[in-house]
């Protein structure tokens, strides 16, 4: 394996090590914020859809998606990249 594989692959080892470590530590937030079947839904369509799509399928305000990526986004569930949301898990 040359130098540049090597680096790759603590690349990937470390990828792996830091979604363990992040998944364990947001577990009780995402218990709380995806109780809901909407929440859980809307999370899945986050990055993948846009609002006035999402707002459509699952029957909530522009509003109410808004506030919750916000809420999401201060209790480390969504990443901000310019002007979107991403999801961390």
Known sequence: ????SQIIASLHRLEASLEILIK????PVAEVEFAK???TA???QTGHAPV????KKLRISA????DTWKR????GLLAKD????????
């Open 1 to 4: 394996m040359d130098g540049s």
């Open 24 to 27: 364990t530590q947001l577990a």
């Open 37 to 39: 079947e909407k929440m």
């Open 42 to 44: 809307l999370y899945e």
């Open 52 to 55: 006035p799509e999402i707002k």
């Open 63 to 66: 509003n109410t998606i808004s």
């Open 72 to 75: 999401w986004e201060r209790l």
């Open 82 to 89: 310019g002007n979107r949301y991403r999801k961390v898990l």
